[in-house]
Each structure stands twice: as C-alpha cells, then as structure tokens.
C-alpha cells in the first residue's frame, strides 16, 4: 500500500459518516470543541501557547510563488506586540503566482475524488492537532476571547471544513467513473459504449478572508474548491492573517508529503488597501470565488467578476420578533448571550429588537437586568465579549450613541490580563419604528435598536420588509401564541430567511452547527449562498466524458 | 386519496427509476423514440398531423398576462402557410406577467418536492402523448426532417426534461423535511432542538429558446425550474414558437388540473427584434435564466443579469482530429452522417476536420464518396438533411465558398413533398492549418473545413486551441495509436470537451443519450452549463431552516 493509499484507508470512514450526517443532519461533530486538558493532556496548552509565542516577531515559514519582499500587516486586538511577516503578494506578482497555481492542478485532478477528499481530513485533523496555537492565533487577530476562538475559530471552522469536503466528495462520487452503455436495437446487436467520465477542477479558486472569523468563514470554501480539485489562493485580511497563514502552511505541507505540488495551497498578504482582492479576482485563470465582508464588495464581486463562480457572504440586518413568553428572563437571558457574544461582532448577531409598545418597557428592563447579570463580573464578561477587533468597531458604537435614545448604556470593562484590550457592553438604543435610517442598516459591532411597534403584526411586516431589502443571516422570535408562530414560520420561508423559535436556554441564534444548521440561506440579499448545501460545491467542478465503441 | 396524492403515487416509481438511472449512467429511456405504429397504433399518425393542421392560421389557445393582442411570427422551412397566432408580450406588459408569476409561486413552493416533480412528470407524459402533433411543430419551425423532429423533438427532449426533473428531485430530497438534533452535554440533559428544512424556490425563471431545438434545449431548464418550485416564463425564439407553446399549454392544463394556478408556466411571444428577452433578464424578480444561442447574447446575460444563475449554451467550434483508422470508409460514413444530419444545423455538428497532409486526399476522397452514398437519393437525402432553418444560415452557406478551397460542394436537392424547402448537401472546403480566421469562428450549418496539418501533432495542438479559445460542444478523434489516443484523452479533460473516439457506426459525435451522456461540459467557452449534472439544479432552489426547542 502506498502512502496516498494508505491514507485513503484510515480516512475513508470519517468521511463516508461526514457524508452521512450531511443528510441526517442530526448532531454531529468530528472535532471536540472543548479546550478541556482531559481531552487533550495537560501539556497541549502550554505548548500551543509557546507554539504561538514563537511566531511572533518572526518571519512566517512560508514560501509564496510571485511575492516580493516581506508585510506584517496584523496588529493583535488584546494589544500584544504581533510582527509577524509575510511574503508580500502585490499586483506585480499575481501573474507568477497564478501560474504556479495552474501547474499544480493536473496532477491533483488525475488523483482523484477519493484520495483528494482524503488529503483534505488529513490537513483538518492536523489543524485540529495544532488548535491551541490557532486558538491564540484567532484570539490575537480577531479580538475573540480565547474559549470562543478555540471553538468557533478552530473546532467549528474544522467542521465546516469537513462538511465542505463531505458535500463535495459525495457530489463528485455521485459521477461514476465509467459506464458500459448498450442500447437495445430491435432485433440486431446492441449499440454499446463505453463510456468514462473525469471530474475536472473548474480553476484557479481565491478566498477573500475576512477580520472576524478567519477560518470559519474561510474554511468552507477553501475545503470545497481543493477537494474539487481546485489550486487555492487564499487572500486573508490583513488584518487577521495568521490564522490562515498557519491554515496554508498546514496543507502545504500536507501536500507536499503526499507527493502533490504545494502550490495548490498559497497564501497571498498584502498591506491593508492594496486592492489584491480586485487584481486576483478579475483574472480570467480564476474559475471560483469565497468572499466574506461588506455587501459593497460583495456586490461588486457579483457584477464583475463574471468568469468565476461567485460565492458571498456580506452584511444584514438581523431581526428578533419579541411578541411574548412565558419565561421573560429566560428570554431575556438568551438574548443578552446573543448580544453580548464576541461584542456582537459577528454576522449572525441580532442588531433589531422588534417589540409591541405595550411590552416594551418590561422587555428593556429584564434586557438590561440580563445584560448586568451575564456581563457584571469581569472576569466573566471578558470571556464573553473579547475585544473590539479595530478602530472601525470602536468608532461605530461611539458614533451609534446618538442613533436613538440610549436604553442601556456601553459600560468599559477592564481586562486585567490584557489592558489594552478595548472591551465594550452592548449599547442598547431605543427608538420607534419610524427611524429605520437608524436601524435598519447594518451598525456591526455591539449595538442594538429595541423598535417599538404598534403592535406583532407591524413587527412582522417590519421583519419581513428588512430581511427583503438589507438582507439578514439570523432571525429569532419569542411567541406564546401559535398563530403569531406560524405567521412568522410564513414570513421565514417567504423573506428566505432562517428562524430561531423560542430560544431560551444554552441555544442562542447567532451560533449554528455543522452538518446540521445552515449557515445563511443564499435566499436574501445578505449572502447568495449557504454553508453548506449542494449548491456550495457542485459547480466547484466539471466532468468530461470519454467514449468509445465497445 | 386525493388526486395530487394519487398522481404522486403514480409517478413515483418512474421518478426512481430516472433518478437511479442519473446515476448509473447506462443506456435508459421513458419515451419511446419510434413513430411506428406499431407502438402508437394505426390512428396516431394522423390524429396527430390533423390535430397540427388545426392550429394552422387560428390564434392558439392560451392566455397570457399582460400580453395585449397577438403577434404570428413563424414562417416553416418547409414553405406551408402557418400564422399562428399567440398573445403579443411586449416590454409594457412584463410588469403584469411577473406579477402573475410571483402569485403563483407559494402553493406551488407548498405543496413540495415530491408532488412537483410528480406533476412535472405528468406534464412530460401528456407532451408524449401528442408527440406526433408536436414533431409536426417542430419540423414545420425548425426545418428538421419528421422523424428527426419526432426523436430530438420529442422523445429525446422528454427524456431530457425528465432527467432535469430526476436531478432537481434527487437533489431536493438530499435535505430532509426535518430532524430533531440532540446535542450530549456532559452529564446534564442534551440540548434538543426540532428543526424543519422547507425548500423555497429561488423566484422567477424565464426560459429563452432557441430556433434549431426550442424543446431538446429548452426542456432542461424549464423542468428543472419548475420542479424546483419557480414559476417559469418561456420566451421562445420567435421563429420557433409552437412547439413551445405546445409544451406550455399542456403545462399550464395540468398545472390547473391539479389545482395549482397555470401561470406558473407563461409564455411570451415577441416579434423578432423587439428585445423582450432583454426585458426579462434584467428584472430583479428574475431569479434564473436558462438560455441558448449566440455566444454574444449569452455572454451578455453572463455579464449583466448579475441578480439571476445564468445558464448558458452558446457557439463553438467542434473539431474532429483524425490521424488513422483501420476502417476508412466506415470512419468517413459515419462523419458523413454527423456533418448531414439536419444540414448541421446542431450545436453539436463537427465543423473543424484536422487531417495530416499525408492522409488529406485520401480523406476527403472516403467522405466525399460516404456523402454521395448517403446523400445520393433525394428521398433519403431529404429524411436526413431537413432544410435550411432561415435565410440567415442559406445566406451564410452560400458566403462560405469564398472561406477555402471547394473540396466537396453543396448540391441542392429538390423536395417532393414540400417544393419550397431549401435543401442543400454539406460543403466541405479545403484549407491549411494557417486559416484559422477562416475555419476558427463558427459557421452555423451545412459548412465544414478540412483543415491540413503537418501531422497529428499539429491536429491535436490547434484542437486544444480551438476548444479552449473558441469553444466546443464535441470532439471527435480517429486513431488506431494508443499513444494518440491517449494524448487526446489528456487534452479532451485538460481542454474540458466530451470527446467520442473512433466512431465508425450508428453512434455519432452530434448525438447524445440523456441519463447517460452530458451535453455540454461547462468547462469551456461555448457553455457555462451542462445538460444534466447537479450543478445545473441546485441552484434552482434555497433551502430555509426553522428550529425551535425540544
């Protein structure tokens, strides 16, 4: 057995019940999401920390076709001295990189479906043995506490990666390789055939990263186009550039252990405002984009480049519906979880607040108790909120202050291990439903608008009408009545967007689960695809038939 | 049960059936391709050419929102008299058409998966119940013989229609109704969601025919729309009308049959030239575009529908490399065949024939005389050839001559039963491998040139060339070389093009099998799509998720 046989062997199980529960969809993980020394020994910690201590500073051990000179564009949120350098990929190099690019593929096409599927587990389940280094890699670019960074940045993104390969290995086996095809004729011979069919990678693919959620935002399409069988250049923010650094060397490596070209995976940094993104993403070699960030570039992506397959991810406006409960603080104790997570920098984090005017005063108190009860310990509220990840967040809430009146203020919160961490409470607006130039365009970061409506019925219609016109990724509603529930069930499918009923314990809308919730519909104008459906993978690529007599 | 029920019930098994048969890939047919009477009995004939003579200069009986008095824009090849006349859709009324269209999108979207694919299928076996009525239709717009337009216009487009409708089935039953998901949590109870999955349709779908196959091309995207839950608006090329018209109001009676609203299939008859598929394209409700025809208007669409999944198939330029054979005079029958079938009036015909200097003479002397064989008695001449689809290919046949060196010329050949036919043999011309202005762009219909190259090396490099610059649909090669057929096989993948090796009997480049052979890789220039694989359907569709606690 050789090597690439070998691996296929141990991998091939994994993968068949990744497949699987991509149609069960049940709960399914393949990663473990706690940090816990039970689980990984008691020196793993240690020794991710001081594996992540020893990139910084430094040059990153990573050789990129095309780039010139060196860029350390990072700056850690929690105010650590960062430095790290990277192969500076400008314009001018971006021919030199494609080609390198280009030339790994036929040797990765010719591999095929099962070993390439299975060189992806491999890259994951090493990214996975390295998670306490990505871990602190994630905390220290995005500004993500470092329990959050190690499970939404490492073992979620791992899974969505996995998923990502699922989907697409299953959608490439669904071809067989060959087929004898005999048609009956009348009373002579057969016509017959024999027929092959070669899956084909579509092309050079780029992965546009972005601040917040590097690998789990990145992971799904860069999986999906190297499974494909896709080269893969993957164009981080500059901001947040370690972790898929550390993503790129890993498959690299991978690759090259293999016996394939580490080219098919390259890392391409640039200083902040280059326009790498925009060089790499009009060039006709590139056949497939994943793009995560503002809906202006997004957009714009969508209407020029149109050789490639685009794939977007931007912004929205997301909704919760409060009509009524039976357990106002549990309610109220989700939501301020939703709220408070990660300072609400993520897509998923509810930004409206729908509320009937007679409910609305109850619902801001046991909203402001919740907050002051998850967030009133330091300790416990840095774990919950990290940092802000720029002066762009920062300045956004500190503008937002005069976007309505102010129900609950933003409270600093000092970090002791950490002081120069900006952490933030959510600031709490109230406003009327007449002031959706207020609300209802995206104010990413913690801020929230309680809307006062008339009554359910305006905050349905409201609902409907921001999810069809700015786009959401999450929506939530609280109802005791099943009428108000179906309506909004209707409202759902109707806007395209996905709903979270009732959540009022440790479920909270803005987190999803592999292989099991989807991540963004396609459906609305926040995003024209979802992690991970069918549509995600199949045109990632081509097949080409053979035929001939026989 | 209920009706819906009981067409569900009905349909299902051959539902299975088509669907494994997508993935087995082997020879498999739902209609039948023979207008023997012997399947349809003695009466269908003519029942079915009096039931087309009926339609002839009346106004067809559809209704069509927003359409304000009617327009008959048809004129048959073939000379008989046919205004027909359908409701006249112009620019004024597209406001009301997709208003009518949107309407009927959420019973539609309601009733599911399995009952849409159950009426589509339904649909598909009415349309090949009156298939003698349709090839009359589709012979008298688009100039082929009858018992071609019965084939390719009827059975073989069926079979098409059903094999989008197997793969929009197979792909929206991957996703289950629902699940309940049960997330273990250390020793507490696990977290226990019930989630449901609800397919939303994408939105508005128009269909954009095309002259030479309104319903084998135009049947796919139509199916697989429908299936999929989006209303479909079908804009037939204005010349090729009725068998679409057909199509959509047998469509529109079974939709209402089974109580759902009939315009969820529309038609939109323009006169030539008005710009109504612009029109169309551009509107945001427009959600899918499924077009066939000029690479220029298809690379329009690409470019500027940027709210829709444009799916193209546009020009090409298909080559046959031939460098040996063990059977010349079988090789050149069966390219005889392909380049006079329907006067080459497919996307699939070969047009570019690369032949080394020192087999040239000798080539084009065995296809010469395979054309004189074939083509030699009008009878037979004109059951093979059809006629000339309008002036613009008559036009471009006659320009051609000056495009080389006349190795083989076009002869008319006179029509029996229909005088006013233009039928005309193949001209085959000569030319070097230097003319590429001349044999490189693509000469819809009876044109080929036999390109001289140095040698075999040379065929293969312009092939490649050819097919990955300008485009192609087929490929073709003759080799008794191991190594040359080897070489091909790499650039047919590389170059993304289906290639047919050594065809010498009654299987031809020009031809494909649905359920078995891709039309179309999607892989090069002269499609962004391919008839069928799942890249094709899954698109079409959205996917909207609801969980709730418990």
Known sequence: MTDVEQLVATHRPLLEEAVAATRKRGYWSAFPESPS?????????????????????????????????????????????????????????????IRAASAAMPAWRDAGPLTRAAVCVEILQRLNARNFELAHAVMHTTG???????????????????????????????????????????RGEPQRLTKTYTIAP????????????????GFPGLFASLCAGNPVIVKPHPHAVLPLALTVSV???????????????????????EGLASALALRPEVRVIDFTGSSEYGNWLESNAHQALVFTEKSGVN?????????????AANLAYSLSLYSGQMCTTPQVLLVPSSEIDSFVDALSSALESLLGEPARAVAMLGALVDDRVADRLAAAESLGKVAIASKPVSHNEFPAARVRTPLVLRVTSSDIDAFGAECFGPVAFVVETRDTAESLELWR?????????TASVYSTDPAVLDEASRIAVDAGVSLSVNLTADVYVNQTSAFSDFHATGANPAANASLTD?????????????RRPG
């Open 144 to 186: 993500q506490s470092f329990v959050m960074a190690f499970q939404a940045g490492g073992a979620h993104a791992l899974d969505r990666g996995l998923e990502a390969v699922a989907y697409t290995y299953d959608a490439m086996a669904a071809v067989p390789a060959s087929v004898a095809w005999e048609k009956p004729r009348g």
């Open 202 to 217: 579509r092309g050079v693919a780029l992965v546009i990263g972005c601040t917040t959620f590097p690998t789990w935002n």
């Open 319 to 331: 909704t919760v519906v409060f009509d009524s409960t039976d357990d106002a603080s549990a309610a």
């Open 534 to 546: 069918a549509a995600f993978v199949t045109g990632r690529f081509r097949v080409v038939e053979i």
């Open 37 to 97: 020394t039970k689980v990984w020994g008691d020196e793993a910690p240690a020794a991710g920390k001081a594996a992540f201590d020893g990139l910084l500073g430094k040059e990153f051990a990573i050789a990129t076709a095309g780039a010139t000179g060196t860029v350390a564009p990072e700056h850690s949120p929690y105010g650590i001295d960062f430095d790290v350098h990277y192969p500076h990929m400008t314009a001018s190099g971006v021919d030199e990189l």
């Open 465 to 473: 009408m921001l999810t069809t016109t700015r786009g959401a990724l």
């Open 251 to 273: 498959a690299r490596a991978v690759l090259a252990e293999y016996g394939f070209d580490d080219n098919l995976v390259s890392l391409a940094v640039e200083s902040e405002g």
